[in-house]
Structures are given as structure tokens and as C-alpha cells.
């Protein structure tokens, strides 16, 4: 896997203060995205040892609520293995830690991979810039959906996501 960023302290891209890791690596490609330098899976630097050290050197502090896995798309195909795997470490490791993860791709496609079982709040959809709307919480379009896994894998299926904070969603 190959990253771009980890940003410190941050309050804009999930609940309470977090880490973000920034992937490469993005297929979908949208119109107008923020961050088009992350779409190269081969752009960035090697996630090595001491970028992993520095993340969780951040989730130690008692005041960071947990990560955020942003991009690019950390459920892109060059990085679905090595996020799964540093999300099982973060679950392991830090349980109290919340899990978030923005992807391009839908929840219906995604929601049977495995590791949705560790993830606490899925944000799905492409960015469309015309359902921009800066006024919403955690997502930048009004089709992308703010969603609570856990709620949403023990939903009977065929049911729809539950949408997390839904004032916000």
C-alpha cells in the first residue's frame, strides 16, 4: 500500500479528534474530486514501518477517538489487503478506537467483504459535485451515505443501511 498523508488532530472527516490516513490509489475518478493527486495506487510513499508506527503513536493519545481511512480509496484493490490487515491491528490492538473508512464504492457492494465486521462507519458513493452541499456532516455530496456498520451488517438482509447520525446522513 501507498499513502499520501497521515494527518493529525483532525475533526473534519469523522466523529471527535482522529488520525487520517491518506491512501493511493482511487478507480472512480469524480468530477471536481479534492484530493485527485491520490488517485496514482502507485503515487505517494511505500506505507513502511514507521508511517504504522506513527499512527499508532496518534491512536495512543487518550484525546484522538480513532482513524480515518481516506484517499484516493482505501477499498481500492492495490490497498484493500494492507488496510485490512492495519484495521485488524487497530481492532486488536485499541478496541476502544472508532473505525472509518470513505470509499467511491456503494455499501450493497461492499458490505459482505470481511472486514466491514471491524469497521465502525462506512461513508459510501462517489463525490457528485452536483449534489456538492458544503453544509452536510462527513461527506461532501448528498448521494454519498454516513453509515453505521455495525447497525447495519445485524439488519435483516435486503434491508437498506442504517445511516449514522441521520440528521447528518
Known amino acids: 500500500m501507498r499513502y499520501h498523508n497521515i494527518t493529525k488532530d ?8 482522529r488520525v487520517v490516513l491518506w491512501v ?19 503515487g505517494g510513499l511505500l506505507f513502511d514501518d514507521a508511517a504504522r508506527e506513527e499512527i499508532f503513536e496518534q491512536l495512543a493519545k487518550p484525546y484522538i477517538s480513532g482513524i480515518t481511512f481516506s484517499g484516493g480509496d482505501p477499498l481500492h484493490p492495490a490497498n484493500r489487503p494492507d488496510v485490512r490487515k492495519l484495521i485488524g491491528e487497530i481492532r486488536r490492538q485499541m478496541p476502544e478506537k472508532t473505525i472509518w473508512v470513505y470509499t467511491g464504492d456503494l455499501w450493497e457492494n461492499v458490505a459482505k467483504d470481511p472486514m466491514m465486521g471491524q469497521i465502525d462507519v462506512l461513508v459510501d458513493g462517489e463525490f457528485h459535485m452536483e449534489e456538492f452541499d458544503p453544509r452536510l456532516m462527513w461527506k461532501g455530496s448528498r448521494n454519498q451515505r454516513v453509515i453505521d456498520v455495525k447497525k447495519s451488517l445485524l439488519q435483516k ?11 447528518y446522513a
Open 10 to 17: 483532525d475533526m473534519l472527516n469523522g466523529d471527535g479528534l
Open 24 to 42: 493511493a490509489g482511487c478507480s472512480h475518478c469524480c468530477r471536481e474530486c479534492h484530493n485527485p493527486v491520490t488517485w496514482d495506487p502507485n
Open 157 to 167: 438482509e435486503g434491508c437498506g443501511p442504517i445511516l449514522h447520525c441521520g440528521d
